[in-house]
């Protein structure tokens, strides 16, 4: 019995390490296999690329009122905003009509009215009209793009004092400045023969130099040649032209030549002159400031354009 005691007890003593060593190895060999897939997972995530850690979406461009719908015409929808902008186009942004409700009503059913004129009439539109149509939408866009370019980049030079006071000083005659003239004439009252006429225009070239001509018009009268004295404007209308061309050209006190009309003998003297000044430039600034603000704006746009033109490709084919 001893024996076989010690028998078993040396079997089992034997068989533990060999137990405990496969249990280790199952245990490490478990571990293993979880170390590894850990490591394999690791793997995986290093390997798939990261997203950026922030991604910036958009939300779509919406114009103010256009997703409230107001009608609709055979499915194509009018907007709030649709409304409120045909309102702005036809009476202004400021009008306060654009708030009352039956101007809004019956704008709404104009609206409603285009869309369906224009949904029937396009349905009768040949392709070549079409076509047209097309083109003309084109233009009428180019026409507001240019608008809208021009708003923003022809932005005009500030109208500076230095330009302002150029500006007055080269056109004085706009701020009132002017030349009042008043003029003298003698004309003969009818037709002379050729020696009463040659005598006449002696007495003329050497009385005439008088600074008194009204004293020289009545010793001619006394003398009993035919005259008649008198003081013109230029303005006047009846004046025959010939005698304004002439006495345009007179200076102070110059007499000029004789001038025939009708059989009729003429001469004309300066008497006098006077100048009168503009009004004072503070009195005038701000209206030359309004009349040179769409010259800049023209120079402006002028600019714009150059510049943009040589940005661009452009060949003509004609």
């Not at 013109?232 to 061309?245: M, P």
Request: charged share 30%.
């Amino acid at each position: 019995m001893k024996n076989t005691h010690y028998l078993i007890m040396a079997l089992i003593l034997y068989c533990t390490p060999i137990f405990i060593f496969n249990g280790c190895s199952d245990q490490n060999n478990k571990q293993s296999q979880v170390s590894n897939s850990i490591s394999n997972e690791s793997n995986t995530k290093k390997s798939i690329p990261k997203k950026s850690q922030k991604i910036s979406i958009k939300p779509p461009v919406m114009l103010e009122g256009d997703d409230v719908i107001m009608a609709s015409v055979n499915g194509e929808n009018i907007s709030l905003f649709d409304l409120e902008f045909g309102m702005e186009q036809m009476l202004g942004k400021t009008n306060p009509k654009i708030k009352d409700p039956k101007t809004r009503k019956n704008a709404l059913k104009n609206l409603v009215l285009g869309k369906a004129l224009a949904q029937e009439y396009e349905k009768e539109m040949t392709a070549e009209e079409k076509i047209r149509l097309n083109k003309k939408i084109q233009l009428y866009r180019e026409e507001l793009l240019v608008s809208e370019y021009l708003k923003h980049h022809a932005r005009p030079e500030p109208v500076s004092r230095e330009l302002i006071e150029k500006y007055y000083h080269e056109h004085p005659e706009e701020f009132g400045a002017q030349t009042l003239k008043s003029f003298e004439m003698i004309s003969t009252t009818r037709p002379m023969d050729l020696k009463e006429k040659n005598i006449f225009i002696s007495v003329l070239k050497y009385g005439a130099q008088t600074d008194d001509w009204d004293n020289f018009y009545r010793t001619l009268k006394n003398r009993g040649y035919p005259v008649v004295y008198r003081k013109i404007n230029l303005d006047d209308q009846s004046l025959h032209k010939n005698i304004r061309i002439v006495s345009k050209k007179l200076g102070l006190k110059e007499v000029s030549p004789v001038i025939p009309l009708n059989k009729r003998l003429h001469i004309v003297r300066l008497e006098n002159e006077m100048n009168i000044p503009p009004k004072p430039l503070k009195e005038v600034i701000n209206e030359i400031r309004r009349s040179l603000r769409p010259i800049q704006l023209k120079k402006a746009i002028k600019l714009a354009k150059e510049q943009v033109l040589e940005k661009m490709d452009i060949i003509y084919h004609q």
